[in-house]
């Protein structure tokens, strides 16, 4: 089992960057694919974007191909998105989610393990 703790949220203004952390707790904890969702008011929550365990492959959703970087560092049993250019709709709170599915999965419902939130918000 896994617990994470999203970090890093905060307000900024259009065009700006934030970079989140979903810290995870337990040895295993490189063992398992993180992904990251956001939700925003009244809407369902979708994928931003995925790296595998190893940190070879990685997933974006379209809306933030080429704004959005996500990396981890294994050993701090740690997982940065680094958002750039954001813009409002980018408003949001982000989660960090976990599996130990053998490929990366996009669907909500797939993972097993999520952190708490942290609210993003972008102003015009």
């Known amino acids: 089992q896994v617990q994470l703790v999203e970090s890093g949220g905060g307000s900024v203004q259009a065009g700006g960057s934030l970079r989140l952390s979903c810290a995870a707790s337990?040895?295993?904890?490189?063992?398992?694919?993180v992904a990251w969702f956001r939700q925003a008011p009244g809407k369902e929550r979708e994928f931003v974007a995925a790296?595998?365990?190893?940190?070879?492959?990685?997933y974006y959703a379209d809306s933030v191909k080429g704004r959005f970087t996500i990396s981890r560092d294994n050993a701090k049993n740690t997982v940065y998105p680094q958002m750039n250019s954001l813009n409002p709709e980018d408003t949001a709170v982000y989660y960090c989610?976990?599996?130990?599915?053998?490929?990366?999965?996009?669907?909500?419902?797939?993972?097993?393990?999520w952190g708490q939130g942290t609210q993003v918000t972008v102003s015009s």
């Open positions: 790296i595998s365990r190893s940190g070879s492959s990685t």
């Open positions: 337990g040895r295993t904890a490189s063992t398992y694919n």
């Open positions: 989610a976990a599996n130990r599915a053998i490929a990366v999965v996009t669907t909500p419902k797939m993972y097993d393990y």
